[in-house]
């Protein structure tokens, strides 16, 4: 079943991948419309359809302008950001095989994982072996011939063989260990007696002991309390009680043989990590198959707090609880013990129903249902097959103390892509908006084709790229757009304004290639002061962004403007960008304009308008839904019924 289930392909895409796409496709239709629009514009002008020659290419350059403003570069970054994360990490032994998933770890909030082979080394060693009625030697014997008999060797069989090698025998049946049953038994061909003997945890096998015959709590309950993993060795006399293969049963007379106290040492880098995880605001749940004591006891040694006793809580616990009842103890709880694969997947699903970004680490395959369900599935190197092969990261060297550095290589890849949509978004919103303007007026097309692939290069594409490399690691939000829009709708409204009132001006002025030029050069120089906004290397920028003494964007986007300067003043990349010469007179004027740009679009940022806005609009919406209740509330008793499907 399991194998089964982890054959099932899907592809869990991040909250911001679901936010890009529906702007892209909000993005489509609007230009649509727009190109609609400004097509009936050449069609009034013209008179006549299909346009003449000359019409009919100028009306080709204008679509090509609109169709251009989708921002298939801002795919093409993120693809580039998320690479370049990918290698980020690959030097920090974390591989990534979905390329998403270092972005998606910046969403994490809860991270589940297991005790053995996280949080301890996963190198088991006999602690102590304690006989129950039978002698040292028989029991010693007894279990080497057990686990070397055995057809499925896990660390614990293979620990126990190191301290007592034993002979293999024909076996009669098996049961090997099954994570929800919490034992595995055999029963040997050459046995005289036919006897079944039973490897397990005390408390499951402790029902169907002989009840003449019982072992000291006390020693499980000290050996547990230490962190160690205790086992039950026993014995039957009813050899055929495992013979079913699909549904093996235990017998119900087994007589207790010994303890086995196992030790996992606790990784030296486990407490340095878990400390990183609370910083960063992380909530850590551990889920093991082993006794809530030995996970307490290693939880609270790597220091993960447990402040309270409803915080344990027990496999046992979590049967026949409902959807609701999962929540709220998936919510509550932090040590999860005696916990089979199925309620690692439920508490999992409970989790994310609770609105939680969950990120699982798991090694084994009863660790597969939960990493599958988590949005986020992380193995070690020394897993199986079946868990590294669904993964999305694999940690190379064993250990969870890289995923401190993935969170925030998660961070960084947020911020520096929002501010990558925040200049792509920024351009295609006061372009479309400037080319409304001017086609709802009847006026001539604003944008020129190569004008338009000048500002793409040099105030959007290149700055992004360099942008995201510069980006640093911060705490995000889940949703990036509401922020995106915070900053983009102010800049891009003031642009337009800006940018409409200088063509205007200019083709009154002159013609329009001149008109056009001047637009151009107004809306490359704002959309590369926009750059230090965006990360402000001084006080003098702060607004739409925390001040971040960062002077590289600052000069970077220098350097884009010099590069625009070379493209205005060399004659064959002037002629080639259709760059029209300015009078002197336009130099000043367009000046005068981006400096009023700058003073209006840093109030509004500083005096929090659209916050203001954002409260109206909600206080709006407040009163329209209460008006809608009070009316539904009115209805007349014939006609109840049928209200709620009214509203």
């Known amino acids: 079943q399991i194998d089964t289930e982890a054959r099932v392909f ?5 909250p911001l991948q679901r936010e890009i796409i529906w702007l892209m496709r909000g993005l489509l239709v609007v230009i649509l419309l727009l190109t609609l629009l400004v097509l009936g514009t050449f069609n009034r002008v013209s008179g006549t359809f299909p346009f003449d020659q000359i019409m009919m290419e100028d009306a ?38 979905h390329m998403n998933a270092a972005e998606s770890l910046s969403h994490v909030d809860v991270l589940c994982l297991d005790k053995t082979g996280t949080i301890t080394t996963n190198e088991l060693s006999l602690h102590a072996l304690t006989p129950l009625g039978i002698d040292q030697l028989d029991l010693q014997r007894a ?7 055995s057809a499925s060797m896990n660390r614990t069989a293979s620990a126990i063989a190191a301290s007592f090698p034993g002979s293999v025998r024909r076996l009669r049946h098996e049961a090997p260990f099954d994570s929800d049953r919490k034992w595995s038994a055999l029963s040997f061909a050459d046995d005289i007696d036919q006897k079944t003997y039973v490897l397990g945890a005390p408390e499951v096998l402790l029902p169907f002991l002989r009840a003449d015959t019982r072992y000291d709590d006390r020693r499980v309950d000290e050996w547990t309390s230490q962190g160690l993993r205790v086992l039950l060795f026993a014995a039957g006399a009813d050899a055929t009680a495992i013979a079913d293969p699909l549904v093996p049963h235990l017998p119900v007379d087994l007589f207790p043989l010994g303890l086995i106290a196992l030790r996992d040492e606790l990784r030296a880098d486990a407490r340095e990590t878990i400390d990183h995880f609370v910083q960063a605001g992380i ?42 009842e999962y929540e709220e103890i998936a919510q509550r709880g932090v040590i ?25 680490i798991g090694d084994g395959v009863n660790d597969v249902p939960a990493l599958k369900h988590a949005q986020v599935a992380i193995a070690m190197r020394s897993g199986t097959a079946v868990t590294r092969s ?8 064993d250990s969870f103390a890289a995923l401190p550095d993935a969170f925030m290589e998660g961070q960084r890849i947020r911020n520096g892509l929002e501010t990558t949509i925040d200049l792509f978004l920024t351009r295609t919103i006061y372009t479309m908006l400037i080319v409304w303007a001017t086609a709802t007026g009847g006026g001539e097309f604003p944008v020129a084709f190569r004008h338009s692939a000048l500002i793409g290069l040099l105030a959007v594409g290149i700055p992004a790229f360099a942008l995201a490399i510069w980006a640093k690691p911060g705490n995000v939000e889940r949703r990036v757009l509401p922020a995106v ?15 409409f009132a200088i063509y205007q001006t200019f083709l009154r002025l002159f013609d329009i290639a001149v008109a056009q030029s001047a637009l151009t050069a107004l809306t490359i120089t704002c959309s590369l002061l926009l750059i230090p906004f965006l990360r402000p290397p001084t006080g003098f920028w702060v607004g739409a962004a925390p001040l971040s003494r960062d002077w590289r964007p600052a ?35 367009i000046a005068a304009f981006v400096l009023a740009w700058v003073l209006l679009v840093r109030w509004i940022w500083r005096h929090g308008v659209m916050t203001i806005v954002h409260s109206g609009v909600s206080r709006t919406w407040e009163r329209i839904v209460s008006r809608t209740r009070l009316r539904s509330r009115t209805v007349p008793a014939h006609r109840r019924s049928e209200a709620p499907s009214r509203h």
């Open 10 to 14: 899907n592809v869990v895409k991040t």
């Open 60 to 97: 080709s350059r204008a679509t090509a302008v609109l169709v251009g403003l989708i921002p298939q570069g801002l795919v093409l970054m993120i693809t580039v950001t998320y690479a370049m994360s990918i290698l980020r990490l690959a030097r920090k032994n974390a591989l990534v095989q």
């Open 143 to 149: 279990l080497g011939d057990f686990v070397a008999s």
């Open 283 to 324: 909530s850590l749940k551990l889920i093991s198959g082993d006794h809530v004591n030995t996970v307490t006891t290693l939880a609270r040694q790597a220091g993960i707090a447990v402040n309270a006793d409803d915080q344990i809580v027990s496999g046992w616990q979590l049967e026949g609880l409902s959807d609701d």
């Open 336 to 360: 999860f013990g005696r916990v089979t694969p199925q309620q690692k997947e439920r508490l999992v699903s409970a989790l994310r129903r609770r609105d939680h970004y969950v990120a699982m």
């Open 390 to 397: 669904i993964s999305d990261v694999i940690l190379l060297d």
């Open 485 to 499: 829009l915070d900053v983009v709708v102010p800049a891009a409204l003031t642009i337009s304004l800006a940018g």
């Open 555 to 589: 000069m970077f986007a220098s350097l884009m403007f010099l590069l625009y300067l070379v493209v205005v003043f060399i004659p064959p990349l002037q002629m080639f960008y259709e760059i029209e010469p300015l009078p002197l007179l336009a130099y000043p004027m």
